[in-house]
């Protein structure tokens, strides 16, 4: 299951090699100072129920073995033999807070009333420990290895803190987001899984607050290996200029409003990698599926989108302000049962490239699903959708909108309006039968 994850498919249908999951650090805990040898040398097991060993460079003269806490492993052990800086809280998490020397402690790696008694544990190895929502409290804080359950407010919130570190985490959320931050610089989110439990069995949420990640106002942002399921919008980030999101993995966007599974509003140079977008048609309610928005430079490549009901909705939809907002790539993206366009600038778009971009199978009548006010009604009763059908979409003030070496199979309409913004000469847009792109599986380490 693991090595799934890890490959993709190319835009022939052959398999390439993607990068690896990381690792997971391997935490012992012990019991008694007989636990603990290294090559022979007797050890002693500190409080934190983790090993140490004697060393005369430090001030306790003794040192953190390799397989102590990640934040631990390899450091000098304070002369009163605790972890410099860390305390618990009421419920038995650590909280975390800046050391002495600059480095931090952990939330979720300390158990309380476990079999483990206290020790440290690694997700990885023991699974994931039952929390209640979390507050960032410091900068440089991680929050690690929990399951939390939050009804009526998000199961994380990160305001105000530079160099959060979110990892080995699983979210269930309802009546409010999942994950949400703000004004976090360098946030890093790698390995979570984020799940709506309160949609309903088909449709919308009640209302558009149902997102699974929302986030706003910082930089330097890195979201890796997160699954994203049944949200009313999967990823959600405004002002996150230079934002970087690889394998997403995003699953039945519910809305309402104009839900996306990745939207990236006014997010200079951002970059997507590594994802796909699944939407079933008989749930699902989104929008866009790939909304960037008011924003230059930004590059979608090597994905995957299937499914889409909305009678205005787009597979990856650029959306730019003449003079403001120029630049984009697409590139190895394959779309399939699409109904207003695949691939779009609209309105405006200037100088975006869609590269080995396909589309195939688009919808040309909704009727898997109600659309509420459809403006134009089809003879089997569903729904047209605005554009008919197309695939590949621009406005009659675009420019310079560029088709390269990409393919299309089984289109109910147009293939491409209006055609003389895009610089498409016939050979680099053909009607080819191609196998669709895997899409991403995100397995995480406890699961």
């Not at 022979?40 to 001030?59: I, L």
């Not at 558009?208 to 930089?219: C, I, K, L, R």
């Amino acid at each position: 299951m693991v090595r799934d994850s890890n490959r993709a498919w190319g835009a022939t249908g052959a398999i390439v090699l993607l990068a690896a999951l990381p690792a997971c650090h391997r935490t012992f805990a012990c019991s008694d100072a007989a636990q603990c040898h290294l090559d022979g040398r007797a050890g002693f097991c500190e409080a934190s129920g983790e090993c140490s060993f004697s060393d005369d460079a430090c001030a306790s003269q003794r040192r953190y073995g390799d397989h102590a806490r990640r934040e631990h492993a390899g450091r000098c052990v304070p002369p009163d033999g605790t972890a410099e800086g860390e305390s618990t809280d009421p419920s038995g998490a650590a909280t975390s807070s800046t050391a002495g020397d600059g480095s931090t402690s952990t939330v979720g790696e300390v158990s309380s009333g476990s079999s483990t008694g206290g020790i440290p544990v690694d997700p990885c190895v023991d699974g994931l420990r039952d929390s209640p929502p979390v507050v960032a409290s410091a900068d440089g804080q991680i929050i690690e290895g929990l399951r939390i359950v939050s009804d009526g407010e998000p199961a994380i919130s990160i305001e105000g803190f530079e160099g959060v570190v979110v990892r080995n985490c699983e979210l269930h959320h309802r009546d409010d987001p999942g994950l949400v931050f703000r004004d976090a610089h360098d946030l890093e989110v790698r390995n979570v899984v984020v799940i709506h439990d309160g949609a309903p069995a088909s449709g919308p949420h009640g209302d558009s607050n149902q997102a699974n990640v929302v986030g706003s106002d910082s930089e330097r942002v890195v979201l890796e290996h997160v699954r994203a399921v049944r949200g009313a919008s999967g990823i959600d980030l405004e002002n996150t200029p230079g934002a970087q999101l690889s394998f997403i993995e995003v699953h039945d966007v519910r809305g309402p409003g104009e839900a996306a599974c990745v939207r990236l509003a006014e997010s200079d140079g951002a970059l997507l990698e590594d994802f796909s977008c699944e939407n079933p048609l008989d749930t699902a309610r989104p929008g866009d599926l790939i909304e960037i928005e008011a924003s230059s430079d930004s590059i979608v490549r090597r994905g995957m989108l299937d499914g889409n009901n909305a009678e205005f909705g787009y597979g990856v939809h650029f959306t730019q302000i003449s003079g403001q907002h120029h630049g984009g790539l697409v590139e190895d993206v394959d779309a399939i049962r699409m109904t207003n366009g695949s691939f779009s600038c609209f309105p405006f778009g200037r100088d975006i490239t869609f590269r080995r971009t396909r589309a195939r199978e688009n919808i040309c009548e909704i009727v898997s699903a109600p659309v509420p006010g459809c403006s134009n009604p089809g003879p089997n009763g569903g729904c047209i959708p605005g554009s008919q059908g197309l695939s590949w979409a621009g406005s009659v003030d675009s420019i310079n909108l560029v088709i390269e070496a990409s393919a299309y199979f089984a289109l109910c309409w147009d293939v491409v309006w209006p055609e003389d913004v895009f610089m498409t000469p016939p050979e680099q847009l053909v009607e080819l039968d191609f196998e669709m792109r895997a899409p991403i599986r995100t397995v995480a380490c406890w699961e």
